[in-house]
Nanobody, 123 residues
Framework: QVQLVETGGALVQAGGSLTLSCAASGGTFSTSHVGWFRQAPGKEREFVSAITWSDTRTAYGDPVKGRFTISRNNAKNTVYLQMSSLKPEDTAVYYC????????????????WGQGTQVTVSS
C-alpha cells in the first residue's frame, strides 16, 4: 500500500512559478510510475505529466508542454512538478498518482492517489 501526499499548492500570479511535491510512504513507490493529474471545478480530471520509476521517460499533456517539468528522487520517495509561466487556466486541484499504467494519461490505470493540492493562478 502506497500513501501519497501532495504539497506546494498556492495562490500565484500569472507568469509565476511553483513546484509541487508528491511524497510517498509505504509500498514500492520507487518502482512505480507516477503521474500528475489536475481537476478544475466542473471539469474532468485531466492528465498533466508522468514519469517512469527509473526516471528515464517522461510525458506531458499538451496544455503544459514546455512549461512544466516532472522529476523524481527515489532516495527521498518524492516526485516533483515544476510549473512555470503559469496561466489562470492552470488553476485546479493537482493530484499525484502511482501505479503501473499502460497508458499514462488514463487515470483509471493508476492504483494509488493523493488527496490533492490546490493551485490558483490569478490574472
Amino acid at each position: 500500500q502506497v500513501q501519497l501526499v501532495e504539497t506546494g499548492g498556492a495562490l500565484v500570479q500569472a507568469g509565476g512559478s511553483l513546484t509541487l511535491s508528491c511524497a510517498a510512504s509505504g509500498g514500492t513507490f520507487s518502482t512505480s510510475h507516477v503521474g500528475w493529474f489536475r481537476q478544475a471545478p466542473g471539469k474532468e480530471r485531466e492528465f498533466v505529466s508522468a514519469i517512469t520509476w527509473s526516471d528515464t521517460r517522461t510525458a506531458y499533456g499538451d496544455p503544459v508542454k514546455g512549461r512544466f517539468t516532472i522529476s523524481r528522487n527515489n532516495a527521498k520517495n518524492t516526485v516533483y512538478l515544476q510549473m512555470s509561466s503559469l496561466k489562470p487556466e492552470d488553476t485546479a486541484v493537482y493530484y499525484c498518482a502511482a501505479g503501473y499504467p499502460i497508458q499514462w494519461d488514463r487515470r483509471n490505470e493508476y492504483t494509488y492517489w493523493g488527496q490533492g493540492t490546490q493551485v490558483t493562478v490569478s490574472s
